[in-house]
C-alpha cells in the first residue's frame, strides 16, 4: 500500500483488487485492518481471478497442446 499511496492511489477501487492480485490470502487480511471496502475488494478479486483461471486454464490446454 505504501507505493500505491505514493503514486497516488488511495481509494478502495484502486489498492484493493492490487493488494487481492498481488499478495493473495495474506494481502486480503491486510486489506481488512485498511478498511472494509479495501478489504472487500481485495476479496473480490481474488474470487474473479480464480473462477477466471478454472474456466481458461482448461481452453488454454486445450490450444498450446
Same mark, same amino acid.
Given at each position: 500500500p505504501k507505493v500505491l499511496a505514493q503514486l497516488g492511489y488511495k481509494d478502495a477501487i484502486s489498492v484493493g483488487p492490487a493488494i487481492g492480485a498481488a499478495a493473495h490470502g495474506i494481502g486480503t487480511a491486510r486489506a481488512y485492518l485498511i478498511s472494509v471496502?479495501?478489504?472487500?475488494?481485495? =476479496? *473480490? #478479486?481474488?474470487?474473479? =481471478?480464480?473462477? !477466471? *483461471? #478454472?474456466? %481458461? #486454464?482448461? !481452453? %488454454?490446454?486445450? %490450444?498450446l497442446a
Open positions: 471496502e479495501h478489504g472487500v475488494m481485495a =476479496s *473480490l #478479486t481474488m474470487i474473479f =481471478s480464480g473462477i !477466471l *483461471l #478454472t474456466l %481458461l #486454464t482448461p !481452453l %488454454l490446454q486445450m %490450444l
